[in-house]
């Protein structure tokens, strides 16, 4: 028996269960009102975000670095000539840090909020990071202890540009202070390179105020009182001058005797002046007390004290030139036979 079938017709476009264009549409704004929306208004906020606290740093930290415009301002501008410089530079140093801090810390919570709208799980991602992070801080402690005591060493204001300092191996001018190095010039115009977490003691000359300072050394039977008083009279002469006058914050002081020797006698001079004015001071008070000492007749001497004595220069002879042999003198007979040994004999009473 034969079996007929039917053909199936063919399904028409009308038939076809197709998204009308309006639903491609709404489909594809919820789409784009979705994720894409989410992490562009994380983008925009945070970069809004980021550039307002950047430029809030850099405010302050101008407003930091300016000079102050009042009394107390002049009074310190007065005492530390430098403070200006050391002013401006530890606040950008500050606001470099800040502003790298606030990059790092909004630059992670933008990433972390972005991987969280595309359903990444962010638990592996935070456990992989703190085990790099430990592993970090292990192998990089040495540059993370620099950092951080370069950081305190900022905000404790233990030195800055143009001080004068004493490391211990190191003294010189500090030209650089940065978060990792600091970078100071000798004398002989080497610049070291110092990490900041080496530093354990540091000596800053620079600082609030010096002592500035002139040993003298006279003779033994120099007058006591006649010698203080001319020191005085010099010490008094250096304050009056007005280049120095500014820089001088007390009255000269002069000593005593300070050391006593066979051959001198030490005085001391000291005065209280501005940090970083020491030197010039200093240098001023011994011209002045070897004016006013050398003037009065009064005889200076030195730490140690040699008396050297030339031999009388005469020219040599021909006869005197040539070495004479030792001469030998021949004693007489008579006398050598009285520096010879006497014996004395005795008569053998056998012979009698």
């Given at each position: 028996?034969?079996?007929?079938?039917?053909?199936?017709?063919?399904?028409?476009?009308?038939?076809?269960?197709l998204?009308?264009?309006?639903?491609?549409?709404?489909?594809?704004?919820?789409?784009?009102?979705?994720?894409?929306l989410?992490?562009?208004?994380?983008?925009?906020?945070?970069?809004?975000?980021?550039?307002?606290?950047?430029?809030?740093?850099?405010?302050?930290?101008?407003?930091?670095?300016?000079?102050?415009?009042?009394?107390?301002?002049?009074?310190?501008?007065?005492?530390?000539?430098?403070?200006?410089?050391?002013?401006?530079?530890?606040?950008?140093?500050?606001?470099?840090?800040?502003?790298?801090?606030?990059?790092?810390?909004?630059?992670?919570?933008?990433?972390?909020?972005?991987?969280?709208?595309?359903?990444?799980?962010?638990?592996?991602?935070?456990?992989?990071?703190?085990?790099?992070?430990?592993?970090?801080?292990?192998?990089?402690?040495?540059?993370?202890?620099?950092?951080?005591?370069?950081?305190?060493l900022?905000?404790?204001?233990?030195?800055?540009?143009g001080?004068?300092?004493?490391?211990?191996?190191?003294?010189?001018?500090?030209?650089?202070?940065?978060l990792?190095?600091t970078?100071?010039?000798?004398?002989?115009?080497?610049?070291?390179?110092?990490?900041?977490?080496?530093?354990?003691?540091?000596g800053?000359?620079?600082?609030?105020?010096?002592?500035?300072?002139?040993?003298?050394?006279?003779?033994?039977?120099?007058?006591?009182?006649?010698?203080?008083?001319?020191?005085?009279?010099?010490?008094?002469?250096?304050?009056?001058?007005?280049?120095?006058?500014p820089?001088?914050?007390?009255?000269?002081?002069?000593?005593?005797?300070?050391?006593?020797?066979?051959?001198?006698?030490?005085?001391?001079?000291?005065?209280?002046v501005?940090?970083?004015?020491?030197?010039?001071?200093?240098?001023?008070?011994?011209?002045?007390?070897?004016?006013?000492?050398?003037?009065?007749g009064?005889?200076?001497?030195?730490?140690?004290?040699?008396?050297?004595?030339?031999?009388?220069?005469?020219?040599?002879?021909?006869a005197?030139?040539?070495?004479?042999?030792?001469?030998?003198?021949?004693?007489p007979?008579?006398?050598?036979?009285?520096?010879?040994?006497?014996?004395?004999?005795?008569?053998?009473?056998?012979?009698?």
């Amino acid at each position: 028996m034969l079996r007929v079938t039917t053909p199936t017709p063919s399904p028409t476009p009308g038939d076809l269960d197709l998204p009308t264009r309006a639903e491609v549409q709404t489909h594809w704004f919820d789409w784009f009102i979705g994720t894409p929306l989410r992490i562009a208004l994380i983008l925009v906020v945070g970069m809004v975000v980021l550039t307002v606290v950047r430029r809030l740093v850099r405010s302050i930290t101008n407003r930091l670095a300016r000079e102050p415009r009042n009394d107390f301002g002049n009074v310190l501008r007065r005492v530390t000539p430098l403070s200006a410089e050391r002013r401006a530079n530890r606040a950008q140093t500050l606001g470099s840090v800040l502003r790298s801090t606030s990059s790092i810390v909004v630059g992670s919570i933008i990433v972390l909020l972005v991987l969280d709208e595309l359903s990444i799980n962010l638990a592996p991602l935070l456990a992989s990071a703190g085990v790099a992070g430990v592993a970090l801080g292990f192998g990089a402690q040495s540059l993370v202890k620099d950092f951080l005591s370069g950081t305190f060493l900022l905000f404790e204001d233990q030195y800055g540009v143009g001080d004068v300092v004493d490391f211990g191996t190191v003294i010189g001018t500090v030209e650089a202070v940065a978060l990792r190095v600091t970078k100071v010039r000798d004398a002989d115009g080497t610049l070291w390179y110092i990490r900041n977490g080496e530093v354990l003691r540091v000596g800053n000359h620079s600082q609030g105020w010096s002592r500035a300072m002139a040993e003298i050394r006279v003779a033994y039977g120099s007058d006591v009182a006649l010698v203080r008083s001319l020191l005085r009279q010099a010490s008094d002469e250096v304050r009056s001058d007005a280049a120095l006058n500014p820089h001088i914050l007390a009255e000269p002081e002069v000593s005593g005797i300070e050391d006593l020797s066979g051959e001198s006698l030490l005085f001391r001079v000291t005065v209280r002046v501005a940090s970083g004015q020491q030197i010039e001071v200093s240098r001023a008070l011994r011209l002045a007390c070897l004016t006013a000492l050398t003037d009065a007749g009064v005889e200076l001497v030195g730490a140690a004290r040699m008396t050297v004595v030339a031999p009388q220069s005469a020219e040599p002879t021909p006869a005197s030139a040539a070495p004479a042999p030792p001469a030998v003198s021949a004693a007489p007979q008579g006398a050598e036979a009285a520096a010879a040994p006497r014996t004395t004999g005795t008569t053998d009473p056998a012979e009698d």
